[in-house]
Structures are given as structure tokens and as C-alpha cells.
């Protein structure tokens, strides 16, 4: 079953690097949109039949209106080019009048773009924010970013334990927002073909899209979803226009020197733990190396761990085990889908590693770790992502 969206710890892990940014607490939710069935005239561009092409250009650039004088003009048969006028009738291209020839509008622009535009009908879904009724970025399209039908989640759909709150609006769906995108220059920001005519509304339902919210201690929210490894800068500009911050607010802030206690008490994989708290506010709690490879993989080293929306990094201070859980976590991001050079696996590298407060691994490291556990399929894919380098 697939996941709706990557663990939480690892959008912690990502604003704690933030320079001057203090993650405080984490909120999974499913934000609201509306999913808009559309039709509108498409124009695609093809390439010109060779004779079609001569026709368009006589009609439109020597100005020849008489069918006579066409057929005259290109010394072609009359039969030949009786047939491209009424095809070029037929897409609506060339109008005929008796003996009279002229372009429409279509063949016009046809003529000076040099493609033949025909006109096709298109139905597409596209994403509108229910909140501020604004249409989503053509970056949310991606099929990594799924968007749900209904606020219920499947057990098997999440990558970890974060249970996601739907947030609830009350705003309309606005339907004049289909003629603002319908005259937007940029109709492709929107992922809405440029040749796109008469969009009109087939029906509209609610959608979801998960994300993870942090609050950071001087109140901003910051906002992560599957669009991309950073934030998600559109969902973070639709809070400045929101309640969202209130709502949150309105939550109150636990005291984490009396929540992390109770939650140690009260979990037998760290309960021999000891708390500490960090120089920047944040919490860990300080495992000892033999913890790790039992109940407790080494992989959990410099995750978190989360209790009244309020988060603990699990840590250790020995260097060699964090290098360990370094490599081990590596071997696991190679796998990820969204993975696919080793670029793009050594820039998660580099991230963890700040976070691990450790050095980079390098890619021969980490195939020796891989040979060294027997774990054959990840090598396997370390061979993939070379190939796929060059």
C-alpha cells in the first residue's frame, strides 16, 4: 500500500538545520482543497501536410482570396487542393465563401507559429486551496503527491505512527476562479496547457493533502508534504492568510520538562534512557552504544520520537555509533523511489550527517557496510544508482 507521505521524523531533522530556526512542536494534517473536474478546447500543435502549409501561407501571406486564382498560384490540380481546403475547413482553419478564401482566427495563428493547431476537447482535475481559493502549483501534480478523497487513512498508508487531523473550513468553492486561471499568462504554473480555451466546470469534489506543520519558538510555521525534500513555500504562504496560527495556538504548549519524564517512564524501548536537554531548548534522550541492535535499531540514532506534538531526538554520544547510524540509514534512503542518482543520495548524506553530528560517508563506505551485513538487494541498488550516474 503506498504511503502518503515520508516519515515526520525526517522533516524535524529538516528544520532543525535551519540556521536561526528553533523546531518546537510537529502537527500532521491533512490540509483541504477542492478537486475541480474541467473541460475545455484544447489546440494542439502538429506538423503541417506539405500542400495544407502552402495552402494556409498563400491564403495568409501573398493575400490570395479566389480559389481559381490558388490553384493558378501553386500549379497544383483543382482536385488536390479542394481537398486540403475542405480538410482545412473541417479543423477550422480556412473558411469558404463561393470562390472566396480566408482564414479564421485559428489559421492565422497557425500560419504565424508555423504548427497546425487542432482543436481537441480535454478533461483534466485540477487542485484548488478550499481556504484562500487558490489554485495549486503545477509541483503538486507530481504522483508523488498524493491527494486523498477522504480524510480516513489506512494503517498500511503511513510511514510511521503520526496520526493526521483534517483541517476543517467552512469556505465555498469559489467558481470564478477557473476564468482567472482560464486568462493567467502562465496557465502552465498551474498545469493547464498554454492552448487551453473555454475552461468550464464538470463538478467538484474535497480533497486532502497530508503535510507535516512545525511551529518554531518565534511562532512561524513551517510546512512539509511529498512535493519536494525542502519545505512546501505554497503551503507556507496560505498560512500568513489563514486562522491556521490561532488554531494552533489555541492547543496550548506542554511543558517538556514534565511531558519527556512521563514518556520515558512509560516506554520500555528507552526507558533506561537519560534526558537531557539541549543549549538550543531542544530534548534528547542519551542511550548507551550496547542499547542499540536489539528492540532499538542503530537507525533510530538522531531520529525522534513524538508525544503531545512535542518531539525528542533519540541520541547517543558515542561518535562510532552515530557513524554507524549514519551508514545504516544511507543504505535505507538509497532505496527510496524518489532517489535515482547518486547526486541526489549524497546530498541526503551530507544532510543527515549534520544532523548525526558526524562526517560524510562516502559510497564505497557504504557498499562495504552493505557487503558487510549481507545485504545484497541494496547493493544491488548502489550498482543502479552508478549506472544511472554514468
Known sequence: MRRIIYPATRAVEHAQLIPGVRPVRLFPVLWPLWQVETEAELYEGQDFEIIDHFVVRAIGEAGIRDRAQLVGFLNLPAGVI??????????????????????????????????????????????????????????????????????????????????????????????????????????AGFNLPGQLRNLSNKGEREGYLPCYLIETADHRLLAYSNVAEDRDEFLEGLFARTSLEELIEAEGIADPATLWPKWLARSPAYGAGTLRQAPDGGWRVLLDPATFGGEVKVARVGSYQFSDHHFIQIWCTDPATRRRALLERALGIATLPKITTVDQLQDRIESLARSLETTVVSLAELRAHAQEAGAEARLRRLDELERASG
Open 82 to 187: 479542394d481537398r486540403c481546403l475542405a480538410f482545412l475547413g473541417l479543423i477550422g482553419h480556412v473558411t469558404v465563401a463561393g470562390p472566396t478564401l480566408d482564414l479564421t482566427p485559428l489559421g492565422r495563428q497557425s500560419v504565424q507559429d508555423g504548427v497546425r493547431y487542432v482543436r481537441t476537447t480535454s478533461r483534466q482535475t485540477i487542485l484548488i486551496e478550499r481556504e484562500s481559493g487558490h489554485p495549486f502549483p503545477r509541483a503538486h501534480y507530481d504522483n508523488n503527491v498524493p491527494v486523498l478523497d477522504t480524510p480516513r487513512i489506512e494503517e498500511g498508508q503511513l510511514g510511521d505512527r503520526s496520526r493526521f487531523l483534517p483541517v476543517s473550513t467552512l469556505a465555498p468553492f469559489r467558481p470564478e476562479v477557473l476564468a482567472w486561471l482560464e486568462q493567467h499568462p502562465d496557465r
